[in-house]
């Protein structure tokens, strides 16, 4: 089986997003100190990404490429394995995001992944809440608007109560 901390940078954007999720997650469980944060990152790298590191480390020196805070090293990797493009079709998907049918659970998985990997989207509560309304079936989408949620969870919950009723209809 794969490990799963590994990163070699395959899939693109959403594979690096996904990982720094990982990682971080990681860093908690274990409770990782800041100072070694990147420490860690850097010890599970391979392929690409550990061609690109070795390549970086020779260009500013391995003292000053070790000693980068992990923050840091996530926007050199940013600027690095994310091309633009890449970052504007996840955010053009983001944008045209619709629930099919009375398929919420797909829906709301997948938004929920967006407004991680392209969190510039949905910067404030009114802008996530209204990106999610905006996706849902219009007849969902007035119903959870009218009810006025206090979070995008109760709305996510009343979108799929609703979306689950309506397919039985």
């Not at 629930?99 to 797909?106: F, H, L, R």
């Given at each position: 089986?794969?490990?799963?901390?590994?990163?070699?940078?395959?899939?693109?954007?959403?594979?690096?997003?996904?990982?720094?999720?990982?990682?971080?997650?990681?860093?908690?469980?274990?409770?990782?100190?800041?100072?070694?944060?990147?420490?860690?990152?850097?010890?599970?790298?391979?392929?690409?990404?550990?061609?690109w590191w070795v390549q970086e480390k020779s260009v500013c020196?391995?003292?000053?490429?070790?000693?980068?805070?992990?923050?840091?090293?996530?926007?050199?990797?940013?600027?690095?394995?994310?091309?633009?493009?890449?970052?504007?079709?996840?955010?053009?998907?983001?944008?045209?995001?619709?629930?099919?049918?009375?398929?919420?659970?797909?829906?709301?998985?997948?938004?929920?992944?967006?407004?991680?990997?392209?969190?510039?989207?949905?910067?404030?509560?009114s802008r996530g809440i209204g990106k999610y309304f905006r996706?849902?079936?219009?007849?969902?989408?007035?119903?959870?608007?009218?009810?006025?949620?206090?979070?995008?969870?109760?709305?996510?919950?009343?979108?799929?109560?609703?979306?689950?009723?309506?397919?039985?209809?």
């Open positions: 089986m794969r490990n799963l901390f590994k990163f070699d940078i395959s899939e693109g954007a959403t594979a690096l997003f996904k990982w720094y999720q990982s990682i971080e997650s990681t860093f908690l469980h274990i409770e990782c100190r800041e100072d070694n944060k990147s420490h860690f990152a850097l010890s599970v790298f391979e392929k690409r990404a550990l061609t020196g391995a003292d000053v490429a070790m000693a980068l805070p992990w923050e840091e090293l996530k926007e050199i990797m940013t600027v690095e394995f994310c091309p633009p493009n890449e970052l504007m079709n996840l955010e053009l998907e983001f944008w045209n995001l619709k629930q099919e049918g009375g398929d919420n659970v797909a829906y709301t998985a997948r938004f929920n992944e967006l407004s991680i990997l392209v969190p510039n989207l949905v910067t404030t509560f996706g849902l079936p219009r007849k969902i989408q007035d119903s959870v608007q009218s009810s006025s949620p206090k979070t995008l969870r109760d709305a996510i919950v009343l979108a799929a109560s609703l979306s689950g009723n309506h397919v039985k209809a």
